[in-house]
Nanobody, 125 residues
Framework: QVPLVESGGGLVQAGGFLRLSCAAS????????MGWFRQAPGKERVFVAS????????SYADSVKGRFTISRDKAKTTVYLQMNSLKPEDTAVYYC??????????????????WGQGTQVTVSS
């Protein structure tokens, strides 16, 4: 189990940007493929973006493709989600998740074992 902590959420106007971070309380994330998911009020948690253990492969939901970028630092301690051109429909609680034991990431929620507590992103129109 790796404790994940998200940060960087907040309130932003439509068209603005935020950068979310996910860290593991001083531990390395080098053994994990990572993903970001989001959950809007009254809706299920859905895939946003993911990155392989090496950082060489990424995947995005169609709704964020071209606007969001997932990355991980060289030290493999932090995973980022850069969110540009934000829209009101991006409003949700954003969660990072870790997938141990696999080189590749996944778009499926059930393939992730460790989850953070989430960070709220609110985009006003």
């Amino acid at each position: 189990q790796v404790p994940l902590v998200e940060s960087g959420g907040g309130l932003v106007q439509a068209g603005g940007f935020l950068r979310l971070s996910c860290a593991a309380s001083g531990r390395t994330l080098s053994s994990y493929a990572m993903g970001w998911f989001r959950q809007a009020p009254g809706k299920e948690r859905v895939f946003v973006a993911s990155i392989s253990r090496s950082g060489g492969s990424t995947s995005y939901a169609d709704s964020v493709k071209g606007r969001f970028t997932i990355s991980r630092d060289k030290a493999k301690t932090t995973v980022y989600l850069q969110m540009n051109s934000l829209k009101p429909e991006d409003t949700a609680v954003y969660y990072c998740a870790a997938r141990p034991g696999y080189l590749s990431s996944s778009v499926y929620r059930d393939n992730y074992v460790n989850w953070g507590q989430g960070t709220q992103v609110t985009v006003s129109s």
